[in-house]
Antibody, heavy 117, light 106 residues
Framework: QIQLVESGGGVVQPGRSLRLSCAAS????????MHWVRQAPGKGLEWVSV????????YYADSVKGRFTISRDNSKNTLYLQMNSLRPEDTAVYYC??????????WGQGTMVTVSS | DIQMTQSPSSLSASVGDRVTITCQAS??????LNWYQKKPGKAPKLLIY???NLETGVPSRFSGSGSGTDFTFTITSLQPEDIATYYC????????FGQGTKLEIK
């Protein structure tokens, strides 16, 4: 069964850090580009970051550049998002998604991150 | 950065209606456009990729067209289960989503 499962969300104070994980099953993980996408409460979808299948190429949205780091462990079929210097505006449901080509065709159910004092 | 503008922001239609959503890119993106459906509490779902290609398993009442800067997403006969928010997304230069179109039943 093809599945992406996110974990690691929670409530964190501004300025603190959090690491999200996304465990993949049923796909050839090492062949897929992997993304993080978020949705703040009442807002639309926002692309956050991508790491290509090889683990060497990565890109970030301007809103998180310099604070978030994407990584992957192909031996564990797992994608990560290290989030540092968190801000209230980072509060959102964070989804991981795999891309066959450039379409995000498989999505996880999301993990909620709340940044609040 | 490429900006994506969808219209309308919200739409009310009756079951069986033909529904059309437009998406405009701030610059030429060729056919590098996808469409997604998002229901509350659910993960987004890919419907259309490459502007006009129907994802496997998606009902044929959904379709997409366009190229360059102007794109259209159509539901030919609205069903109750189509109530959702729809997003366009460009992938010509990284990735940008439109602001979404919330579709409601009249």
């Amino acid at each position: 069964q093809i599945q992406l499962v996110e974990s690691g969300g929670g409530v964190v104070q501004p300025g603190r850090s959090l690491r999200l994980s996304c465990a993949a099953s049923g796909i050839t993980f090492s062949s897929h580009g992997m993304h993080w996408v978020r949705q703040a409460p009442g807002k639309g979808l926002e692309w956050v970051s991508v790491m290509w299948y090889d683990g060497n190429t990565k890109y970030y949205a301007d809103s998180v550049k310099g604070r978030f780091t994407i990584s992957r462990d192909n031996s564990k079929n797992t994608l990560y998002l290290q989030m540092n210097s968190l801000r209230p505006e980072d509060t959102a449901v964070y989804y991981c998604a795999s891309s066959g080509g450039n379409a995000f065709d498989i999505w996880g159910q999301g993990t909620m991150v709340t940044v609040s004092s | 950065d490429i900006q994506m503008t969808q219209s309308p922001s919200s739409l009310s239609a009756s079951v069986g209606d033909r529904v059309t959503i437009t998406c405009q890119a701030s610059e030429d993106i060729s056919s590098y456009l996808n469409w997604y459906q998002k229901k509350p509490g659910k993960a987004p779902k890919l419907l259309i990729y490459g502007a006009s290609n129907l994802e496997t398993g998606v009902p044929s009442r959904f379709s997409g067209s366009g190229s360059g800067t102007d794109f259209t997403f159509t539901i030919t006969s609205l069903q109750p289960e189509d109530i959702a928010t729809y997003y366009c997304q460009q992938y010509d230069n990284l990735y940008t989503f439109g602001q979404g179109t919330k579709l409601e039943i009249k």
